[in-house]
């Protein structure tokens, strides 16, 4: 018995190293594949029973189990292309199968992998050369992202980037800085109305101004009044009727505030907010906050004894333009940009993560699905939770280490050659017993 149970341990031998030959020869021909993770062979002995008073030991032999370290993280490697995408830390991309996209499937598999390089096809979805579609969450028109479900993919959808497209971007914003001469409002002065054009971009790129006027209240026999009448107009709005707000201002003249806001008062048109120094009018467009400060500020409206003079005017949107660049920034939203300097938010793209990660699936493509053992997936903003951020222009090189599977080529070899040596000794002995009968 026992050595017919040698000669099974070594043939278990055999086939256990063979095992773990082709696991290492797995490793070495993709250490050179991008996002590739190294398997791993582990042996574990495999013990029968044992009549320990008849002194007889069976030999068991070993059993070899494999497994993806997944887990384990490659070097990042610099590239050229804006949409490679890697994963520094823990997470991975949301991908989906370009077979099943291309089918008109109503329901695409959820699937992941921690690189790729993206590209549009025809039709302008990113896919890489092996087959995976990246998944993301669509922005709104304003560019924000709307609160999604974070355990199930249903409101994922492939990303789409349209090469020729354009797009414009309404202003809804608009800061002022200027400086109001206060001796302008002394009672001996013109009391002539000072004038501002700004400009402001409508719902379809087109270019509007608002036209401000700053009129001083010279009626304060006493002095200076620090008293302004400030009214606002839109060039996109009919003539007869485009005043959009009038308000009066007032300076404060003591010594800790001279020069800044004292108070707003609304004589049409929209409120002012004290908090933010913003003025709510309504354009042709729709709504529009002019900030001019706030009370006792050091921006926006002044009046000092200086000349007439916008000091800062910022906004937000711009006219139409076409896009030029799309690039993913370190949180995961991909963000193109227009000739016109615009740039806007197309899509954010979560990580997924599990709690096994070593559990999951493989695919080929160096894709991954979940499975019993890896657990139910979490969808992540990137660098938030236990997850890692998103690289643009970078790849995640193979966790293979040539030098380390070479090491264990050789011991393999060895170990292989033992175990054949057992066998040859078993069929030796064998053959000498059936000598003895002769």
């Not at 030959?21 to 582990?42: C, F, H, Q």
């Not at 969808?379 to 090189?397: H, M, V």
């Amino acid at each position: 018995m026992s050595m017919s149970s040698a000669l099974n341990a070594g043939v278990v031998g055999l086939a256990a190293n063979s095992t773990r030959l082709a696991t290492i020869s797995d490793n070495i021909a993709n250490s050179g594949t991008y996002g590739y993770k190294r398997m791993e062979t582990e042996f574990d002995a495999f013990v029968l029973n044992q009549n320990r008073v008849a002194g007889l030991y069976s030999a068991g032999g070993v059993r070899a189990t494999t497994y993806r370290a997944i887990e384990e993280d490659g070097a990042l490697v610099p590239t050229s292309n804006p949409l490679d995408m890697a994963i520094t830390g823990r997470g991975m991309l949301p991908v989906t199968s370009a077979v099943d996209l291309d089918n008109g499937f109503d329901q695409l598999p959820m699937m992941m992998t921690r690189t790729g390089s993206f590209r549009a096809d025809a039709e302008g979805v990113l896919r890489t050369e092996s087959g995976l579609v990246l998944l993301g969450w669509p922005a709104a028109a304003d560019g924000t992202v709307p609160l999604m479900p974070r355990d199930t993919m249903g409101a994922l959808e492939p990303v789409r980037i349209a090469v020729n497209q354009t797009a414009g971007d309404p202003t809804t914003r608009v800061s002022l800085g200027v400086n109001l001469p206060a001796t302008e409002t002394v009672p001996t002065a013109s009391g002539d109305p000072l004038a501002l054009k700004v400009e402001y971009f409508g719902n379809l790129g087109t270019s509007e101004s608002l036209d401000i006027t700053f009129t001083p209240d010279t009626s304060d026999p006493a002095g200076m009044s620090n008293t302004w009448v400030m009214e606002v107009r839109d060039s996109a709005s009919d003539p007869a009727a485009n005043l959009v707000g009038s308000y009066r201002v007032v300076f404060d003249s003591t010594q800790p505030n001279g020069g800044s806001i004292q108070s707003v008062t609304t004589l049409s048109g929209g409120a002012y907010d004290t908090a933010t120094g913003a003025l709510s009018l309504t354009v042709a467009g729709g709504p529009l906050d002019l900030v001019i400060g706030v009370p006792n500020g050091t921006t926006g409206l002044r009046q000092l004894s200086a000349s007439f003079s916008p000091t800062n005017i910022t906004k937000n949107g711009s006219p139409v333009g076409h896009l030029t660049a799309v690039q993913i920034d370190e949180d995961g939203f991909l963000k193109a940009t227009y000739d016109t300097g615009f740039v806007k938010t197309l899509y954010q793209i979560p990580l997924v993560d599990v709690p096994n990660p070593n559990g999951l699936i493989s695919l080929d493509g160096q894709a991954f699905k979940i499975s019993p053992t890896s657990g139910n997936f979490f969808l992540w903003n990137a660098g938030d939770g236990p997850t890692g951020s998103i690289q643009g222009y970078a790849r995640e090189a193979s966790t293979t280490d040539v030098a380390e599977e070479l090491t264990h080529l050789i011991q393999t070899q060895r170990a292989y050659s033992s175990n054949a040596k057992v066998i040859q000794t078993v069929d030796e002995m064998l053959q000498e017993t059936t000598n003895i009968k002769r």
